[in-house]
């Protein structure tokens, strides 16, 4: 396994527009997580699934963003009329269940929304 | 809410100086991540504490947990350019609570 993969990279979008992310965990971790980050910004917690639940959202997570894990595997993070107020990395960690584990985060999906 | 804040924002330092990087909380946490981050590029796990007053070396990297574990420590010794990035720490707060992370410091090592 080659770590946490996350696509695309970058994303260019008009305002407005919806746009799609997509992330593949490490394969025998159940916990995946989904993090906002701005420039001279630490991560924010935007989403957390175990298994296919989505069992944590933060406030930041607006009507306008929407994560699924339908089989408890990949993730998708959907984000509808976006704003430019969107454009941010958009990072994706897993983990293993259980006290203290290990985060491990993908390369991230830079968005830019214009 | 949990904050981890850490200090300094920035430091810019020439190649081969020491430096120690903190990060502090007025909570507890069970465990402390610290990661390393290149711009354009994800978080990179460095280390995690565990024990509360625990060292662990990687190289020329110290940290440490504070006895509390409110706190958290990085020291670079004779730091070199492939240091430079961004140093995040993160709190983890038992097994069904998301990370919490500061803002991280922004290392530059000069040659």
């Known amino acids: 396994d080659t770590g946490v993969s996350q696509n695309p990279r970058h994303k260019i979008t008009k305002r407005g527009q919806n746009v799609t992310f997509r992330c593949d965990p490490i394969?025998?971790?159940?916990?995946l997580y989904w993090y906002r980050q701005t420039l001279g910004q630490g991560p924010e917690f935007l989403t957390y699934?175990?298994?296919?639940?989505?069992?944590?959202k933060s406030r930041l997570l607006s009507d306008r963003f929407s994560a699924e894990r339908p089989k408890g595997s990949f993730s998708t993070l959907e984000i509808q009329r976006t704003e430019q107020g969107d454009s941010a990395m958009y990072l994706c960690?897993?983990?293993?269940?259980?006290?203290?584990?290990?985060?491990?985060f993908g390369q991230g999906t830079r968005l830019t929304v214009v | 809410t949990q904050l981890l804040e850490q200090s300094p924002q920035f430091l810019s330092i020439q190649e081969g100086e020491n430096l120690t990087v903190y990060c502090n909380s007025s909570?507890?946490?069970?465990?402390l991540q610290w990661y390393r981050q290149e711009p354009g590029e994800g978080p990179v796990l460095l280390v995690t504490?565990?024990?509360?007053?625990e060292v662990k070396k990687l190289k020329r990297l110290t940290f440490q947990f504070g006895d509390a574990r409110k706190d958290s420590s990085l020291h670079i010794t004779a730091a070199q350019p492939g240091d430079t990035g961004l140093y995040l720490c993160?709190?983890?707060?038992?097994?069904?609570?998301?990370?919490?992370f500061g803002k991280g410091t922004r290392l530059s090592v000069i040659a």
């Open positions: 993160a709190g983890a707060n038992g097994g069904n609570t998301p990370l919490v």
């Open positions: 394969s025998e971790h159940n916990r």
């Open positions: 960690a897993s983990s293993k269940t259980g006290v203290d584990t290990e985060a491990f």
């Open positions: 699934f175990q298994n296919e639940a989505q069992l944590e």
């Open positions: 909570s507890v946490f069970s465990s």
């Open positions: 504490v565990v024990t509360g007053g």
